[in-house]
Structure formats: structure tokens, C-alpha cells
């Protein structure tokens, strides 16, 4: 497969200009190689710098997909918003007569927004001018990306350094689900991640459309399904559409989940009688695994899973189509007198098997709309057609088992960002490590895999902040060579994407400010900032294992504002590993500083907390931490200290946060 062809990846010149510990921004000197991401496949380093100047235009030429021409004026707006220069093009037209644009974009064919386009480009920056080449627009629109990353500065102004960029995906199906139905996720919040995902290179959104908490989808044959199922919070088909095409024109897919037959009492609702037990039902607002389950001994439940399939269809262009089939553990199927007289007549020995019947009944729909299935790991049963495709979750050995029976798969076990784990974690992730035990066909079967946002335990106001940066990580693991993992290296770079993830109206950085100061009640945020910048939130599902939480819970305390990847967490450290490996002043020093701080916060803390009663719950940690900073500074000045009380307390999660910054301490006290 063309897409999967491993090339050199040619960043040791690139490296060159890495400047450890820099905090993002357009960067001087050729330093803007070593901050691309995903990395490019190639990239060799050219002569000279293109300056930019308030003469500079676009020039499309070719036979691109007309998307290109609002591709290429967006990547001028974000150019003259970023430079301040009054460039003169107000858009990129069809056949505009530039005599001399500073960059050409040279396109073959249309792009189709189909998996396995051909998505490459070339990038050439020379002194005289940029150009940008692709079979299809969807290559040079990534190319633009790559070009606005390229962007630096120097006393003279700004410029694309001399660079050759040859640059394609490893993978083809490099995608973010966002769960729509738990927390229903505006109109907006979809478009900007769109904008997010395309910056990134990522070209598919899968939207789970439906849950036991929600129906977020305007069916008009069975308005009873949206209109009783969602709170007034839907998609009309509209409002689909419009994102269908949003994506469309970003090179993204999209396409719908309908998670049956569990995750559905939403659907049950307005429609009782698709259940199999007797209802009535209510929209769920409470989190975990629920027994409303579809009825699959109910031929009304397949005329209007056919209904609503099919109006999806038309508004959903992309030919895949997810039908979940997550964790149903048949609790009501057990239960119905009328499911288990329908199995014994038919011979059904099991859920499994019964689950298998519901699916193959969905293919013939599915496939009768020109559809292929997909789903989550519990539909890959025997006797299932291999032109379906496995969503691999509870672990990768569904994927690698899909692959040899001949299945498609793609991977999202390990790419959980709503388990709150570190960038790093996802990283390490590889869809086919080099050692996976398949053939170059079976491989070959592996599209590659789906950053997923489940909405638990995020709202609008948090969701960008479980999404990004960390989804970054997760589209370079799937574009770049499998060679690029340097897990300090892409910390780096995920500083830098992270402020320029902003220019797309995205939230993750500007709420969590907002967030603190209403936290902060109104007065000075910074002692929950120090705070807030060292604990992250509990990780894997223990934040809500004493099920404290509901759909209209306030996530607006300590742990929506603490993020997966503790900022000063992670640089105490590195802090403490430079000073323990050196023995250095100034690491020591650098270690001390932070510590002396974490003590000092405290009564700031405290003075806060007595105004801002929802921070109260937060004093204990706040305390652990001054008492286990104390416990650093007094190792640093030699002191021989009881510690364990203290360690053992700082480890405690308070607030549903937990300090990250203990283990570090730890190794500062060892002998
Ligand atoms: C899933 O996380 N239940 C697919």
C-alpha cells in the first residue's frame, strides 16, 4: 500500500535547532524544523529564507477540488493575523492572473474525502519563492499546515526558512471521536475541533450521536426519538449537514455512531416499545453501564433502525457507518420471558450469539445503503462477514485477532483521552510496533486508529482541554514514521502546537483562566494556579468511583481545571533528574526555587479558600503539598527527615485531584 511505504526520515538537520525548554512562539532561525508536528516523513533544510512582506499573495494552479481556494484564504488570514502584515488578497480565486506569487500551489486532481486518498505533498521554501505540490488539495492543504509551522521570525521580520518538505501519512484513518451524546457538544465546539484535528493532520471525526444520556440526532420519521431523547439539545439535519461539510472542506470524514442495542435508553423514551422490557424509560443521568437494551426479537426495532439509518445515510456521505454494540451485558434479555422463548426456538445459546443475530440484521440494512459496518470489539463474533470493520478498545489483541480472520481494524485502546492520562502514555502507542506479530497483508488491514473523547466528565467549557494538546501526540504517533518517538522531544513540540491550536477559537488554554477566576470567586487566581499547575485529575475512572457524579454536576472545581499533563509537574521533573544527574548550582537551585514556592503558597491558599468556599474542599492538598516541599528544601540543606508520613499524605487524592510531584520529592530524599 502506497500510504504505508517507510521513508527516511531526514530530521537530524532539522534537530540541530532545538532549543530545549522554550516556551513556543514563532521562533528565530531554522529552530521552526525541529517544532513541526506530526514530523514531516522528510525534510531536508534548503538555502536562504523567503521573507514575507505585505506583497505577498497565493496563487492556485492545476485542477484541484474547489475547496482549495477557501483552504488557501484561510491560511492567508492566519498568516496576516499572526504577522500583522496588511496582505492584500482578500481571497484565493479560480484562474487569478498573480504574476509573481510568493506562493504557488500546484495541485492535480480533485480530492476525494474517502478513506485512502492520496494525502502528500511537497514543500519547497526558496529565497524567491514558496511552492506546494500534491495530487490531490487535500496533500497541500496539510502542506499549508506544515507551511504556517514553518513560520519565523528574525530582526528583519518574518519568513519560511529554505526547506524541502516531502511529506505523506503512515496511516490513513487518523481520527477523533467525539462524544456528542453524554454532554451534548455545540455546533461550535465541533467546528473548532475540525480546525484543531486539520492543523494536526487528523482526517477523521467519528461522532457518537447517541447514549443512554442522550439522542442528539434529528430523525424526522421518528421525531419522538430526538424530541423525547435529548433535552432540546440535538443536531437538526441541518446542523449535520453543515458539519459534514465544514469537514469536507478541511479534508476530514465524518461518520455517525448509533450505538445499539445497549447504550440506548435514550432512544427508549419516546419509544417504549423498542425496549425489551416494559419502559417507561427516562433520559439516564447518571454515568456507567445501564440495562435498557433494544429489543432484537422486535421486527419495529428494525423498521426503524432502517429509518433512521437511512435518513443518516443521506446526510452522512462517508461509506462507514458505527453501530457500537459496546458492553450490552444482556441484563434485560435475561430477564424477558418472550427473548429467551425466541433464542430457544431458534437455537441462540447465548447474548453473544443473540447479539450477533441483531448485527447480521443491521448488515443487510447497512449494506442495502451501500454502508460498511463498524463497530466496537464485541461485534467481532463468528460467522461475521470480513467487509466489516473492528473499533479495537478493551485491548489491541481485538485488532491483531481481526487482522488475521481478515477483518479491517483500527485502534483506539491506548488513545482514551478522557482517562486523564499524560501525553506520553498515548505516545508510546503504536497501532503496528515494529515486533506485532502479523504478516505485511495483515498489516495492511490495520487503517489506524481514533483518539476518543468520551463526555462523562467533560462539559463545552472543558472538553478542548481533554482534547488538546494531548490529541496532538496521538495524530503524530499516526502520521509520522514510526521511528519518531522521543517522548521529551514531543513535549516540546506539544508546547509550541499548543499555542498555535488557539488561532482556531479552541479553548483548552483561555477557559482554564476563566474557570479559576470564577473558582477563585473573584479574587487573585495564582495560589490555585501554583496549585492547579501541579496536581492532575484522578486518572481511569477512579474520579467518579464513588458515582458522585450526574450529567448537571459541576464540572467547574479543581480537577476541571487541573489537565492530564501537570505543567509544572512535569518540569519539577526534569528539574530533579538534571540536578540528580549534575549535582549542579543552578539545577539545585532551580529545584529549591520551586519548592520554596510550593511552601510559600499555602497561606495565599488558605486566605483564598476562606472567600472561595467551593475551594475549601482543596485545603488538605494544598497543606500535603507546603509539607512536602518543606520536606524537599530540608533534603536539600542536608537535614535527615522523617518522611514517610508526609509522602504517604501527599500520595492521598484530594478534591478528585491527586499532586504529581511526590515521587520526585522522593527521589530527592534518597540517600
Ligand atoms: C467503549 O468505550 N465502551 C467503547
Known amino acids: 500500500m502506497k500510504l504505508r511505504t517507510i521513508w527516511n526520515v531526514c530530521m537530524g538537520v532539522a534537530m540541530l535547532g532545538a532549543i530545549q525548554g522554550s516556551e513556543g512562539g514563532v521562533a528565530g532561525g531554522e529552530e521552526a524544523f525541529s517544532r513541526l508536528m506530526p514530523v514531516p516523513q522528510e525534510l531536508v533544510a534548503g538555502e536562504g529564507r523567503y521573507r514575507i512582506d505585505k506583497t505577498f499573495t497565493v496563487k492556485v494552479s492545476g485542477n484541484p477540488d474547489e475547496r482549495i481556494y477557501a483552504a488557501a484564504s484561510r491560511f492567508l488570514r492566519r498568516l496576516d493575523q499572526r504577522t500583522g502584515l496588511f496582505l492584500p488578497q482578500d481571497y484565493v480565486e479560480q484562474g487569478e492572473a498573480l504574476e509573481a506569487a510568493g506562493l504557488e500551489i500546484v495541485v492535480s486532481r480533485p480530492g476525494s474525502v474517502t478513506l485512502g486518498e492520496d494525502e502528500s505533498y511537497r514543500l519547497t521554501v526558496a529565497e524567491d519563492k514558496v511552492r506546494l505540490e500534491a495530487e490531490t488539495d487535500l496533500g497541500t492543504m496539510h502542506g499549508l499546515e506544515t507551511l504556517l509551522q514553518l513560520l519565523s ?31 451534548f457538544m455545540p455546533m461550535d465546539m465541533i467546528k473548532r475541533n475540525l480546525d484543531g484535528m486539520a492543523a494536526v493532520k487528523m482526517n477523521v471525526m467519528h461522532w457518537h450521536l447517541t447514549e443512554d444520556q442522550g439522542f442528539r440526532a434529528e430523525i424526522k420519521s421518528y421525531p419522538r426519538l430526538h424530541e423525547l431523547g435529548s433535552d432540546g439539545m440535538f443536531y437538526t439535519q441541518e446542523q449535520m449537514r453543515e458539519i459534514v461539510a465544514y469537514a469536507a472542506d478541511r479534508g476530514i470524514r465524518v461518520y455517525p455512531e448509533f450505538d445499539v442495542p445497549g447504550h440506548a435508553t435514550a432512544w427508549l423514551v419516546g419509544h417504549p416499545e423498542l425496549a425489551s422490557l416494559p419502559g417507561p424509560y427516562e433520559i439516564e443521568r447518571g454515568w456507567g453501564i445501564f440495562d435498557p437494551t433494544l429489543d432484537p426479537t422486535n421486527e419495529k426495532v428494525y423498521e426503524v433502525l432502517e429509518a433512521v439509518f437511512t435518513e443518516m445515510a443521506a446526510i452522512f456521505p462517508d461509506e462507514y457507518f458505527h453501530i457500537g454494540g459496546d458492553e450490552n451485558e444482556g441484563h434485560h434479555w435475561d430477564k424477558a420471558e418472550h427473548i429467551q422463548a425466541f433464542m430457544k426456538e431458534r437455537g441462540i445459546a447465548d447474548n453473544h450469539q443473540l447479539q ?61 483521552i478522557d482517562l486523564m492520562q499524560p501525553a506520553s502514555e498515548h505516545y508510546r502507542v503504536d497501532p503496528l510496533p515494529a515486533d506485532i506479530d502479523l504478516s505485511e497483508d495483515e498489516r495492511a488491514r490495520v487503517f489506524g486508529g481514533e483518539a476518543t473523547m468520551w463526555s462523562e466528565h467533560v462539559t463545552v467549557e472543558t472538553v478542548d482541554s481533554r482534547i488538546w494538546p494531548r ?116 539545577d539545585k537551585q532551580a529545584v529549591q526555587g520551586m519548592l520554596e514556592r510550593w511552601v510559600a503558597n499555602h497561606d495565599g491558599f488558605v486566605r483564598l479558600a476562606d472567600r472561595s468556599p467551593a475551594l475549601r474542599e482543596a485545603l488538605p492538598l494544598s497543606e500535603a503539598l507546603r509539607d512536602l516541599a518543606a520536606l524537599g528544601l530540608a533534603s536539600l540543606r542536608g537535614e535527615l527527615v522523617e518522611a514517610k508520613a508526609v509522602l504517604a499524605r501527599a500520595r492521598e487524592p484530594v478534591a478528585k485531584v491527586e499532586l504529581q510531584v511526590v515521587d520526585a520529592v522522593e527521589r530527592l530524599l534518597a540517600p
Open 153 to 183: 521570525a528574525d530582526g528583519n521580520g518574518y519568513y519560511f526558512p529554505g526547506a524541502s518538505v516531502t511529506d505523506y501519512p503512515r496511516f490513513p484513518w487518523r481520527g477523533l471521536m467525539i462524544d456528542s451524546a453524554r454532554h
Open 356 to 416: 450477533s443475530f441483531f448485527n447480521k440484521r443491521l448488515l443487510v440494512i447497512l449494506e442495502k445503503l451501500g454502508k460498511k459496518m463498524v463497530g466496537w470489539d464485541e461485534i467481532l463474533q463468528p460467522g461475521m462477514p470480513t467487509d466489516i470493520m473492528i473499533h479495537s478498545w478493551r485491548g489491541r489483541e481485538s485488532m491483531v485477532a481481526a487482522a488475521k480472520d481478515g477483518y479491517a481494524s483500527i485502534l483506539s485502546n491506548g488513545y482514551y
Open 471 to 586: 490529541t496532538a501526540a496521538i495524530a503524530e504517533r499516526l502520521w509520522s514514521d514510526a521511528s519518531v518517538r522521543d517522548v521529551e522531544d514531543m513535549y516540546r513540540r506539544l508546547d509550541t502546537i499548543a499555542l498555535q491550536l488557539e488561532e482556531h477559537g479552541l479553548t483548552h488554554l483561555k477557559n482554564r483562566e476563566m474557570m479559576m477566576r470564577r473558582l477563585a470567586n473573584g479574587y487573585d487566581t495564582e495560589p490555585l494556579r501554583v496549585l492547579a499547575d501541579v496536581v492532575e485529575p484522578l486518572k481511569i475512572y477512579r474520579r467518579n468511583a464513588d458515582l458522585s457524579y450526574r450529567s448537571f454536576s459541576p464540572y467547574t472545581l479543581l480537577p476541571d481545571v487541573a489537565v492530564a499533563d501537570a505543567k509544572d509537574a512535569r518540569r519539577f521533573r526534569s528539574q530533579v533528574t538534571a540536578y540528580l544527574e549534575t549535582g549542579h548550582a543552578s
